[in-house]
């Protein structure tokens, strides 16, 4: 099964999609690993702000952090090997490495509602 692991900057929330102002790539990214974990793969995605400890924990990114400062941010890992940094894969990249199509990667999530209507 394949793993990959995502190192974001320090950023306000575990996604970063929040605030008057959201970047449409977060939102991107987001829906993408919301449909990874779906389609069974292990993704990890990492928050500088919220957690560090993971940076300082992975040698390799650690490292990087020490070599090129956090603007090497992010960090794309996949089955140990740093495949990207400084920006997030495309959808082509992701396809390449997961062998899952890229239309289905940035399908948005269904939502179901139920209402209950009240008979008077």
Request: charged share 25%.
């Amino acid at each position: 099964m394949k793993s990959i692991e995502i190192y974001d900057p320090a950023m306000c929330c575990s996604t970063g999609v929040c605030g008057p102002s959201v970047d449409p790539e977060l939102i991107r990214i987001s829906a993408v690993v919301h449909n990874l974990k779906k389609k069974e793969i292990n993704v990890s995605r990492y928050n500088l702000s919220n957690e560090p400890e993971a940076f300082v924990a992975n040698e390799v990114v650690k490292q990087l952090l020490t070599d090129e400062g956090p603007d090497v941010l992010p960090v794309i890992i996949v089955d140990g090997q740093v495949v990207k940094k400084q920006s997030y894969p495309s959808n082509e990249e992701l396809e390449e490495w997961t062998g899952i199509p890229a239309v289905e990667l940035i399908m948005k999530p269904r939502i179901r509602l139920e209402l209950k209507v009240k008979s008077q």
